[in-house]
Nanobody
Framework: QVQLVESGGGLVQAGGSLRLLCEAS????????MGWFRQAPGKERDFVAA????????KYVESVKGRFTISRDNAKNTVYLQMNTLKPEDTAVYYC???????????????????WGQGTQVTVSS
């Protein structure tokens, strides 16, 4: 079992920055790939970014490339999402998740997420 707790959300003006944290406890955090997802009101939960267990591989949805950075510190059992140049369309509840890659040959191709946090609200005003 892995328990995940997100923090760092809040209200920010367009163009501003926020850093989200996801702290893990329980079974070995460093075994898992980690991802960030977001869900806007009335919409489905969408993928935002993912990072491999050792931080060597990262993947982003096109709309956040160049603005968001995912990173992790396995010694602190924490994954981060640095969000810069925020836009009103980034407003959503952000969730972190832990999972395992489906394919050893391409660890970022598909990740089966098993554990989810409770989410943190990010609101970007125009």
């Amino acid at each position: 079992q892995v328990q995940l707790v997100e923090s760092g959300g809040g209200l920010v003006q367009a163009g501003g920055s926020l850093r989200l944290l996801c702290e893990a406890s329980g079974h070995s955090f460093s075994w898992y790939a980690m991802g960030w997802f977001r869900q806007a009101p009335g919409k489905e939960r969408d993928f935002v970014a993912a990072i491999s267990w050792n931080g060597a591989n990262r993947k982003y949805v096109e709309s956040v490339k160049g603005r968001f950075t995912i990173s992790r510190d396995n010694a602190k059992n924490t994954v981060y999402l640095q969000m810069n140049t925020l836009k009103p369309e980034d407003t959503a509840v952000y969730y972190c998740a832990a999972g395992t890659p489906r394919y050893d040959s391409d660890p970022m191709a598909a990740i089966d997420y098993r554990y989810w946090g409770q989410g943190t609200q990010v609101t970007v005003s125009s």
